[in-house]
Structure formats: C-alpha cells, structure tokens
C-alpha cells in the first residue's frame, strides 16, 4: 500500500466488527474508524465460548472496563472444557485453562504431566474447582476477594454485540446502519468505496472485511483461495437450541460425544446454549436434531440450523482489504477459537500499521499472512486429534475419522508422545506462536489416554511432594465461592483482579 492510511472502514458488525473498530481506534486514535453494517442482516446470536486469551485482549489491549463489562453482559467464567470423551472406561476428563502439565515446579524433578499420566483429574487448582462447579472467586483469611483470572467467558452474543457498539460510539467511531448495494474496486485491484441503498457513498484506505461467512470483500470481489480443512475436520453443519435452566451453573464448556460429531453446553446466567456440531455426510438435519432433542429433553422447540465450512482464505490481507472472523476463515468450534481468531488477527493489523506508521509494506503485510495462516494451521492440527483419538462412541462417522483424519503436524507431537510420554522437549515441535501451547496438546492426549511407550518411575520423594501440592490444591478449593456467590461479590465490586 502506498499512502498512508487515515480512513478505515469496517464492513460488518457482530463481534468481528465491533471488536477490529476498537481495537483500531483504541490503538491509533487519530485513525477516523467507520463500521458499516446492516440490522436487516442477522447476527448468529448464540451462546459464545472463548479461550482464556480474551479477557485480557478485552480488558488490557482494548482497556474495556471490567466492572462495566460485568454488569451490562453478564458473563459466566469459562475455567476450560469438561470433555465427555475419550476413553469409554472413564466418564470425562477436564481441559483447564492453566498450564499446569507442561509446567515444572521446583520442587519436583519433572514436569507435573510426569505425575498424572493415569488421571488429570486432580492436576490443578483449575480442574478441581471444575470438578466442584465452583468459581475462581477465593475468599482471603481477612475476608477480602480475589480473582484468578486465568479463565475464558461464556457470553450471550447480542447483548455481546451491543455493549461494544456502545463502546464504539463513545470513542468517537461512526456507525452507518445501510444496506451496502455495490463495491466500487479500482483498476489495480483495491477497493475505492461502498455504495449504500440511498445512493451515498463510502469511501476508504483500509477496509476491513467483516461480513462473515459471505467474505464479501476478500473472498467475493477478490476472489482470494479459500484453504478447506475437509482432510481433518469432518463436520460442517450444526443444530443449535436453547432452555432457561433451573439448575446450578457450569463453570466450563462442555464438550459431549454424539454419534455423528458432537454437543457443546454453553452455560448463561439465565438459559442454557446446546448446539449439536454434526457432519451431514453421516446424519440428516432431522435426525440429528431428533439427537439432539433425546439428549436434551428441555430443550425448547425453537432451534436454528447452520451451515459452515472450516478452512482459511490463503491470504487474509489482500491489497488494502483484510478480513477479520469468519470473512478470513473458520474451523469448527470445538476449542471456541472464533473470538480468539478475531482478536489475534485485528491485533497483527494493528502491530503492521503501529510500526509502519500506518503505510504497511508488503514485507510487513507478507508476514502477517505467514503469521495469521500458521495460527489457522495450528488450530486444524490440535482439533485434528480430538477426532482421530476418541473413542467413546463407535459408530460409523467416529469410525471415519479414526482412520481418514489427517493430523497434519501434529503427527510429529503425538508419535514424539507415543514413544517418550510428556516430555517437555517435545514442545520443540510445536508451531512458533501455537495457539494451545504444549500443555494444550499434554492435555488432550494424556486425558484421551492415548498410548505411550514410556514406562513412569517417579522416585517415593517426588511422589510424596506431589501429594502435598494435590493437599494444597484441594485446601484452596475450600476457600472457592460458589459461581451465584461469586457473581454477587463482583455485582457488588468487592473483590480484587489477578490478572495473568
């Protein structure tokens, strides 16, 4: 690009939109930011999961203010993944978000995974509170509060959405609600303006494409490669349905086995969010749904029905366009990584623009892509092995991906974990940057119980410390609140952030 940017618009609300405006306008205020959307064009307003990431790229990097993000979107803390999974012989196995397996503690001669290789159930404070449905809310001896914010969220989508436009209009970002009716493209291939419905017109340096799975921009005008995951994630469809719940709240994501591809339970302060993730090679819409229903007796008869591919564009920044969420590319959402993507993906444009004084080389540009593709890359791989390994259900989809998924990279990890169990050398095969982390990968093949070679001869000494940090993990799940407790105390803004 040549000039230097000072106008962006950004096509498309939802969370891709509203999320890339602030962080923009945050980052480079002298930038004049536009969202352009329509509110005759849906948003998927589902129950959205994030990775522990989030909090601090909503509430450090785009410096929304926590007590007021508490209060007007009522978020449930997300402590990892309850996988109903794996190994038929156990009933599940947890995914927390703390990095407890790669991690070596002084005290011991390995790596805490060196200890758990039969059960992860007690390997960290985070899988015990899940264990106990409680929060990561602790009361200190002197009666005072703390939060341990190492946890992702569970948020109600349109009550999401419309806390960061609200956000976005107090920082001086300007919102068109028009429907767009052409795209005016120069000679050279750039973008030169957005035509509206009443005639007006748009014009831009930068546009940011945020129109969802349509990639209007990137993937319609200029027709950038789209990269399908079909070799490795088989699902492509998904029934989603709701109950008001009268029972206690999850402090996790679950992650249920089905016969064609499987549940999530997202949990709200009011209802509760299920979405059956199938693929329609091995199921009908009707019969999945039926599934589904037999699952979830509860669920109320309204339900909504979505189609997706997973995969990425080659690219995601092409000439003075960038696409942003599910414009750039998708995998399905078994480790809850579309607001992860997002945000990963708006903050690479904004380092790009920062540093080249908002005039980007295409040596910046060509890194960026690199950077943003491999973290697509990375996250097909880890969900890859989720499907080649469990084996909770037998039937013919579970059957298919035993054999048929490709694990791409990951094939390096898990046969390094085959032959010589966790050791924390082999995260010298992950990817730079890897979305999950070695401990991410630790997790999902140990709480899998996928075979290794290694034989554990962890020494009396090691095993009694072991014992005595387990000893103090459970002490301080005495001190937990309970998630009704905890919201109240935060209602009330009486505690204290530990922020990671």
Known sequence: MEKTIHNVVVFGGGSAGFLSALALKVKM????????HSTTIPIIGVGEATTAWIPWFLHQYLELNREQFYEETQP??????????GDSSQSHFNYPFVTHLADKLSVLSKSTAYYCLDSTTESSLYSLLMEQY??????????DFVVDERFGYHIENVSFVSYLERRATEIGIKIIDKPVVNIEVAENGYIRQLKFDDGTMQAGDLFVDCSGFRSALLGDILQEPFCSFASSLFCDSAVTGTWMRDDAINPFTTAQTMQ???C?????????????????????????????KRHNPLMSDEHSLIRFKSGRHQRFWVNNVVAVGNASGFV??????????????IKFVCDVLIDSDQQPTPALINLANRAIAQKWDDIRDFLSIHFKFNRRVESEFWQHCWHQTDIGDAEAIVDFFQHNGPSSIG????????VFGYNGYLNLLMGQRVATKYQCHNDTLDLDRWRQIQNYFTKQCTNALSIHEAIQVVKERKCQWLTS
């Open 29 to 36: 205020p002298a930038l004049n930011v536009v969202v352009v």
């Open 76 to 85: 449930i803390w997300k402590l990892g993944i309850k996988f109903i999974w």
């Open 134 to 143: 409680k929060s990561p809310c602790f009361r200190r001896e002197n009666g």
């Open 260 to 262: 064609s591809g499987w």
């Open 264 to 292: 999530w339970q997202i949990d709200l302060p009011d209802k509760v969010n299920r979405g059956y993730v199938y693929s329609s090679a091995f199921i009908n819409d009707d019969d999945a749904l039926q599934e589904m």
């Open 332 to 345: 399905e959402p078994l480790e809850s990584t579309g607001l992860h993507m997002i945000g990963e993906t």
């Open 427 to 434: 995260q010298i095969l992950l990817r730079p940057n890897s």
